[in-house]
């Protein structure tokens, strides 16, 4: 009888952990497929909350998939006309003070973008989470009022930035409010809070974003994004190098 | 009776030349070695104060606590107040502000590419204003190797070992890549107007040398710095008094743990530096001391053979009727005479050399290839008040301590054996 009760206890568990880690898969996938697009155009601020003071930083963004991007900045001064490329795994900052183009790499890639709590890694690394993570669901919460589920991604690839994260997926929407992204050693490095979700061209997006670096001094970053279009027609000379320079 | 035994000293010179001789170069190696020892240590800790510690250093308490990392985003701001400030408030003392930074340096080919990229650790200290100190305080006319100081704004210096490495000459454009005080990218171009080579393995690396305010235009850090450095009237490190300071300037602000609030440290506060002190103030101590102790045994025995040297002639004293008490006396004054007359001639003979080598050095930068501690490769002497009397120790006291011990032996002297002696 005991023995009984075991092998339909045990039965139970792998069915309903077999089945939790199919749902956080296809979670993932309604996710991603909420948030990205074949291409879009958008602008943002960044107003990053320092140790000594907030700067506020605006932008302009081109990106087609997740292979190509080009980022203006617009303001403050200093920032004016800095730009940003990233085609495929390469990126290359221009600035316009010194007139140079400079490939960020190694090392380089682990420094901050403009004093934010954003890394130029975290930017580059923007391959589909189902191609990089296993996900499992491990439980259920309320944020702001909102169902969510908690999926915990376990990085199923060596060359990546994170090795765990912890997301907190809205049940109704499947745009992530909340995110933890974790060292291999557990230390956690980064807190994401996703919210002001908006339908914008039939897809829920969130468009304020606060980052906080757990290393990092201050009080975070905030990331709004202003304005955003999908499925724009954009110039293929966007996305030279040379384009960097005009 | 001093004016008798003078003339007789003077007289007969094997009573006098050969201990005075003897007595000279003990005295005279003492003052030279504890004059070296105090150079060699303190050359070490100066290096350091000019380069990075300074006697006295201001920065913010959240700079101070991560000091390492050169956490330019917690640098001192309206640093011209606050350097004027310290000006008002320790008049004895230089305060030079600086900034250091790192980052990568980045030379570009003719289509603007990068053509090589080393990572480089620079400072930014004053070298454009008139009679600016910085420029003698890191050697930087004596350490040029190729082209000039720089004279206009947007200049820099590298180090030569690092120009080769990159392939860069004077009047080449280069990049520097770092961190703005708010943690932006910095991208700066500067005109390389010279190289340098500072002499200390770690420094010859990657070092950038600008002017501050190239620096804070590179870094966004308008009236900012990293640190303000003290140098103490003299030029020289005080431990008791650089302390003494640092304990005035916190006292104003002691309850105020705010990461922006300036804190003054001494040398000795920063860092290993604290070790290093003390360190070098035992190290000195105990050198000296082995070497003194050694030197006393030495002279206190050439005052022993001194006084067996005399035993026929206290012999004959005794056996006229001289009194053993008076012998023992003058044999004492005599020595004191002779310690006296050593030990000034050791010591101006040691001063003297201490002189040399404080001015001119003993180049060891053979033994200092691979070296990646900051240790100076041009070792000096440092002449101090101490070594004005130190030789005295060993050639007056011992002196007089030897010739007391053998002269002992007067005492045990039998008259009525002596011309029995004297015979043999």
């Known amino acids: 009888m005991i023995m009984k009760n075991i092998l339909i206890l045990t039965a139970v568990t792998l069915l309903t952990s077999g089945l939790a880690g199919q749902n956080a898969e296809e979670i993932l996938k309604k996710v991603e497929s909420n948030v990205s697009s074949d291409n879009r155009i958008f602008e943002s601020t960044m107003i990053i909350h320092g140790t000594r003071t907030n700067r506020t930083i605006t932008a302009k963004t081109y990106s087609v998939g997740d292979k190509q991007s080009f980022t203006e900045y617009l303001s403050p001064a200093r920032e004016q006309g800095t730009k940003m490329l990233k085609l495929e795994n390469q990126l290359w900052i221009y600035s316009p003070s010194s007139d140079r183009t400079i490939q960020i790499s190694g090392h380089m890639l682990k420094q901050s973008v403009m004093g934010s709590d954003l890394s130029y890694e975290d930017m580059m690394d923007d391959r589909k989470l189902t191609e990089v993570y296993s996900a499992t669901v491990a439980g259920e919460e309320v944020i702001d009022g909102r169902n969510t589920w908690i999926l915990e991604l376990t990085a199923k690839v060596s060359d990546v930035a994170y090795y765990s994260r912890k997301m907190w997926i809205d049940t109704e929407r499947y745009v992530p409010l909340r995110e933890e992204l974790y060292a291999r050693s557990g230390q956690l490095l980064k807190r994401t809070t996703l919210s002001e979700v908006k339908m914008i061209d039939g897809r829920w997006f969130p468009t304020k974003i606060i980052y906080k670096d757990i290393l990092k001094q201050g009080d975070g970053t905030e990331f709004n994004i202003t304005s955003v279009k999908f499925n724009q027609s954009i110039p293929d000379y966007i996305f030279t190098k040379a384009a960097l320079k005009q | ?424």
């Open chain 2, 1 to 424: 009776m001093i004016k008798f035994l003078l003339k007789g000293l003077i007289r007969d010179k094997s009573r006098s030349r050969l201990p005075i001789i003897v007595v000279s170069i003990g005295v005279m190696l003492t003052v030279l070695m504890h004059a070296y020892i105090t150079g060699f240590m303190g050359d070490i800790i100066e290096t350091n104060a000019r380069f990075s510690h300074g006697h006295l250093k201001v920065m913010t308490r959240g700079y101070a606590d991560n000091m390492q990392q050169i956490p330019n985003d917690l640098a001192l701001v309206n640093v011209s107040s606050l350097t004027g400030e310290l000006n008002q408030q320790f008049p004895g003392v230089e305060w030079s502000p600086r900034i250091q930074f790192g980052g990568l340096i980045d030379a570009p080919d003719e289509n603007g590419e990068t053509r090589s990229q080393g990572p480089a650790m620079g400072i930014g200290l004053d070298l454009l204003t008139p009679g600016s100190p910085e420029i003698n305080r890191l050697n930087l006319e004596k350490s040029l190797v190729r082209g000039h100081l720089p004279a206009n704004q947007g200049e820099v210096l590298l180090s030569e070992v690092f120009s080769k490495k990159l392939n860069v000459n004077p009047g080449d454009r280069i990049t520097f890549i770092g961190s703005t005080m708010y943690g932006s990218m910095a991208i700066y171009n500067f005109i390389l107007s010279g190289t340098v080579s500072m002499g200390h393995e770690a420094l010859d690396r990657g070092t950038i040398i600008a002017d501050i305010e190239d620096v804070r235009l590179a870094l966004d850090m308008d009236n900012a710095a990293g640190e303000i450095l003290g140098f103490l009237e003299g030029g020289f490190y005080l431990d008791e008094i650089a302390v003494e300071e640092t304990e005035k300037f916190n006292s104003a602000n002691p309850g105020n743990t705010d990461d922006f609030t300036p804190v003054m440290n001494s040398l000795s506060q920063q860092g290993t530096m604290n070790t290093y002190v003390s360190m070098a103030k035992s190290w000195s101590a105990y050198i000296s001391l082995i070497f003194i102790f050694a030197m006393s045994l030495v002279l206190w025995n050439a005052g022993l053979l001194g006084g067996l040297r005399r035993y026929g002639e206290v012999g004959i004293r005794l056996a006229m009727g001289e009194e053993k008490d008076h012998i023992y006396r003058t044999m004492i004054y005599e020595s004191v005479m002779i310690g006296i007359a050593g030990s000034a001639i050791g010591t101006i003979f040691g001063l003297f050399f201490a002189w040399l080598i404080q001015r001119y050095g003993i180049d060891i930068s053979g033994i200092m290839k691979g070296s990646s501690i900051m240790m100076p490769t041009v070792i000096r002497a440092r002449i101090s008040p101490v070594d004005f009397y130190l030789g005295f120790i060993p050639g007056l006291f011992s002196t007089v301590i030897g010739t007391m011990l053998s002269g002992i032996g007067i005492y045990k002297r039998q008259t009525a054996r002596l011309f029995k002696e004297l015979e043999a």
